[in-house]
């Protein structure tokens, strides 16, 4: 799997965009982008995913560069239950499913009024 | 939020004893999952399952070991723990095949070895 890189905190005030980049340069053509976030010391919770195109969904948006080697998950409005650590994943798809994940240390965002 | 339980939530035991923890689900997931959290490491993933009496290891598979005998329970269980297990546990769940693999975490469960 390839491995990514992300800066290791991040502010951002409430009510702006947060926009954490995260770089994957030894991507391969089939693995996706995947994105997590742990607030405080609860289990991870699924963001957004997405391959090539860019993907918005009720929580975020991810774009991705066109020759994907890196991309950026955008909140568009941060609030302070934003405030969390977000995963950047990348991972080839297996053809039973059932994808086995590789957390780095991700980002730590803080909110702040 | 997903039916996952975790037990217990926290434990204290002593280096060379059995410990086995536990993960439940309501969700009827096919896929089960159990990684350890450390400070500096992120999430690491010890054991999945792909099903009932199927299991694979993950990365940091050493010093553990897991049963799934129903499609609702996932045991982990460190045969002989020592103070290099002491970690947060969180046991995962998903049910996609393909890309779309959301995995659901459980509440995670604190073990400190002394």
């Known amino acids: 799997d390839a491995k990514t890189t992300q800066p290791p905190s991040m502010d951002c005030a409430e009510g702006r965009a947060a926009n954490l980049p995260c770089n994957h340069s030894t991507i391969s053509g089939n693995e996706y982008v995947y994105w997590y976030r742990q607030i405080h010391s609860q289990g991870p919770q699924y963001i957004i995913h997405?391959?090539?195109n860019n993907e918005t969904n009720e929580m975020a948006s991810l774009i991705i560069t066109e020759d994907r080697k890196s991309s950026t998950l955008i909140l568009p409005h941060a609030t302070l239950r934003d405030t969390a650590v977000y995963y950047c994943?990348?991972?080839?798809?297996?053809?039973?499913?059932?994808?086995?994940?590789?957390f780095g240390t991700g980002t730590q965002l803080k909110v702040e009024l | 939020d997903a039916g996952i339980t975790q037990s217990p939530r926290h434990k204290v035991t002593e280096t060379g004893t059995p410990v086995t923890l536990r993960c439940h689900q309501t969700e009827n997931h096919r896929y089960m999952y159990w990684y350890r959290q450390d400070p500096g490491h992120g999430l690491r993933l010890i054991h999945y399952?792909?099903?009932?009496?199927?299991?694979d290891k993950g990365e940091v598979s050493d010093g553990y070991s897991v049963s799934r005998s129903k499609t609702e329970d996932f045991l982990l269980t460190l045969e002989s723990a020592t103070s290099s297990q002491t970690s947060v546990y969180f046991c995962?769940?998903?049910?996609?095949?393909?890309?779309?693999?959301?995995?659901?975490f459980g509440p995670g469960t604190r073990l400190t070895v002394l």
């Open positions: 994943i990348v991972r080839v798809v297996s053809s039973g499913g059932g994808n086995k994940l590789t």
């Open positions: 399952s792909y099903g009932v009496k199927d299991t």
């Open positions: 997405g391959l090539k």
């Open positions: 995962a769940i998903s049910d996609r095949t393909g890309a779309y693999n959301e995995q659901f």
